[in-house]
């Protein structure tokens, strides 16, 4: 948000405050800056959350996630190994990720130490040179990580589902990439994404921590550079073309893996937060989710199970993944069924519904304690609707679900015929 005229950019931030419980402003540079004050604590985090992830790779799948490693491979002010001491040598850390959908680069220090991780981020982030050889060697390693994923079942078999649903649609393939198109990434490719995609409408600065607001400002404003006046590329939204498929794989792994799902709500979709909800009561983090006790617990079938919803900007993914003896692989897909059905045809009752409102709501002011994830939360939910939701808002979302609400997202997306499976059994 612009400074309003007459109006410093603390009086603006002040301003902000009242309608949020961050502020949001924009610095001189184009970049706008969140930041939202946490009493109690030495330490702030802050970092740049980037609309920019997987989904935007093209025709090099894995092209924003080798971006994310080069970023600390050198800079036009730093060596290596500079750039990965500047921070620890004080006890703090600097780490980043990449998603379908974004990129976030972080750090973590105590509040004094706070111009060293806004001097190190900017200049990770935008004095990157990508140096050949380091490229050179940086694929080796990606190559090996890629090579450790498939190797571990529970991520492989998701990613393949993910590639099985979404088919044609950006959001589809890994976001490693494979170890062929890795191959084809050149420095030209990265420098060309970072140009398109790390632009001031495309990224937000986010601190949280015990630092004031002017010092935030200030040492922002010192060291994020003035960027481009050019607008990233608009965020398109696909159609996805969706048939249910079911495949069985054998494999080297032991044991039997199993998922199932279906396309669901994306993000801006009100009705997220029931099937939000559903999902938690069915196969959330909670051991007395119903899969677990009714399956787990009740019969001793599986390793692991659990249900799971994603939302993206223009799609979204609900599952079901379990992990048994193959011997028990059709008993627990037809007792996940079970309870699937029984969400379609039966209300929950009054103490179901507060119980299962009281434990999400829990959970969710659990996370919020979790200071990097709101990092990341508030920077996505600026990006995806200009702002972040606040906690309270968030809790009364799901305060005001209903029973009839949670029946009518079960029929719509839990409905059998809908689902596509993947299994793996051991050869």
Request: net charge neutral; aromatic share 8%; hydrophobic share 35%.
């Amino acid at each position: 948000m612009p400074a309003l005229p007459g109006m410093t950019i603390l009086q603006t931030y002040l301003c902000n405050m009242k309608q949020t419980d961050y502020a949001l402003f924009t610095l001189p540079s184009g970049m706008r800056l969140a930041h939202k004050r946490v009493a109690g604590t030495r330490l702030v985090h802050c970092g740049f959350v980037i609309g920019a992830g997987s989904r935007n790779d093209h025709q090099h799948p894995g092209l924003a996630h080798c971006l994310e490693h080069m970023l600390f491979k050198g800079t036009n002010r730093r060596k290596t190994i500079h750039v990965l001491n500047f921070l620890e040598v004080v006890g703090g850390e600097m780490n980043a990720f990449t998603t379908k959908e974004i990129t976030a680069i972080y750090a973590t220090v105590q509040a004094r130490h706070y111009v060293r991780a806004v001097d190190i981020l900017c200049d990770v982030t935008f004095n990157s040179n990508i140096p050949q050889a380091e490229l050179i060697k940086e694929k080796k390693v990606i190559a090996d990580e890629i090579s450790m994923y498939l190797d571990t079942p529970d991520e492989n078999i998701y990613d393949e589902f993910q590639e099985q649903v979404f088919g044609s649609h950006p959001l589809a393939h890994n976001i490693l990439g494979s170890i062929e198109s890795l191959k084809n990434i050149e420095r030209n490719d990265i420098i060309d994404f970072t140009e398109k995609h790390y632009t001031a409408d495309n990224m937000v600065f986010v601190v949280v921590g015990n630092i004031a607001a002017e010092k935030a400002i200030q040492y922002a404003d010192r060291f994020i550079p003035e960027l481009k006046h050019r607008n990233a590329p608009p965020k398109k939204e696909h159609i996805l073309n969706y048939k249910p498929t079911s495949t069985t794989e054998k494999t080297d792994f032991s044991g039997a893996y199993t998922i199932m799902g279906a396309p669901a709500y994306p993000e801006k979709n009100p009705k997220k937060w029931p099937l939000l909800l559903l999902n938690n009561l069915l196969g959330g983090p909670g051991l007395n989710s119903r899969l677990n006790l009714g399956i787990r617990e009740k019969y001793g079938y599986t390793y692991h199970i659990e249900s799971g919803y994603q939302s993206y900007q223009d799609a979204g993914l609900f599952h079901c993944y379990l992990s048994c003896d193959a011997r028990y692989v059709q008993r627990s897909t037809e007792l996940i069924q079970k309870e699937l059905k029984k969400l379609r045809e039966d209300k929950l009752g009054i103490r179901q519904l507060s119980s299962a409102k009281k434990q999400f709501q829990g959970q969710i002011v659990m996370a919020d304690e979790n200071r990097s994830s709101l990092l990341v939360y508030i920077g996505k939910g600026i990006l995806r609707h200009g702002r972040a939701e606040t906690l309270q808002e968030v809790l009364r979302k799901i305060e005001n679900i209903t029973a009839s609400d949670i029946l009518e997202v079960a029929n719509e997306i839990l409905q059998e015929d809908r689902f596509s499976h993947r299994t793996f059994l051991p050869s």
